[in-house]
């Protein structure tokens, strides 16, 4: 399997922008996180899927941030209009089944820079 | 108070030394997972434990649930063991991960 595949590896734009980042999960995975990692911070759960549905979305920052997961092997996470304090590391991390506490796998992130 | 620490946040040691990493957490926990994030920045799972002891070549990990406390220890170290090692607890009212700020190794030569 090629485990969890993100894509941009890298994203560099403008303030204001929109954003668009993509999280392919492991096939057969049922959950997916969506996370944020700055050095401040340390690493955030932002949202996470259970079945293509969002189950807790408590750690999406504001409105300008929006995740969607049209079917089990795609996610989009948004951000529009994006803003320098985005920058950071955004991670996508699929497991078997969240409920039962199973191993996550993470993708090698993309790493966004906001000008 | 972040509810889930690790101690310490930094550590050097010499190639070949035992090393020992704590993870403290406030919250009740299921389980806890230990990652493996390099330089280039990929999360790698280590272990992910409920109870007792798991071993993997030289890293063990143990957790004891009634103190909410595990640690990460590796054995006879090596610098390709250097990197950033962070303890994330499943609890809260969603069971979702809480994340440690994460445990800087460094292995010299």
């Known amino acids: 399997d090629a485990g969890v595949i993100q894509s941009p590896r890298h994203e560099v734009t403008e303030m204001g922008q929109e954003v668009t980042l993509r999280c392919k999960p492991i096939?057969?995975?049922?959950?997916l996180f969506w996370y944020r990692q700055t050095m401040m911070r340390g690493l955030e759960l932002l949202i996470y899927?259970?079945?293509?549905?969002?189950?807790?979305d408590s750690g999406m920052p504001e409105d300008r941030f929006s995740a969607k997961m049209p079917n089990a092997s795609f996610s989009t996470l948004k951000i529009q209009p994006s803003e320098p304090r985005d920058s950071a590391v955004y991670f996508c991390?699929?497991?078997?089944?969240?409920?039962?506490?199973?191993?996550?796998?993470f993708g090698p992130g993309t790493r966004l820079t906001v000008l | 108070k972040n509810e889930v620490e690790q101690s310490p946040q930094n550590l050097t040691a010499q190639e070949g030394e035992f090393i020992t990493i704590n993870c403290s957490y406030s919250?009740?926990?299921?389980?806890l997972h230990w990652l493996q994030q390099h330089p280039g920045g990929g999360i790698v799972s280590l272990f992910m434990?409920?109870?007792g002891k798991k071993k993997h070549g030289r890293l063990i990990a143990t957790i004891n649930i009634q103190e909410k406390h595990s640690s990460l220890h590796i054995t006879a170290s090596h610098p390709r063991d250097s990197a950033v090692y962070i303890c994330?607890?499943?609890?809260?009212?969603?069971?979702?991960?809480?994340f440690g700020k994460g445990t800087k190794l460094s292995v010299k030569p």
């Open positions: 991390a699929s497991s078997v089944d969240r409920r039962t506490y199973n191993e996550q796998f």
């Open positions: 096939s057969g995975h049922n959950s």
């Open positions: 899927f259970n079945n293509n549905v969002p189950i807790d």
């Open positions: 919250v009740g926990i299921s389980a």
């Open positions: 434990l409920s109870s």
């Open positions: 994330a607890a499943y609890g809260g009212s969603q069971g979702n991960l809480i």
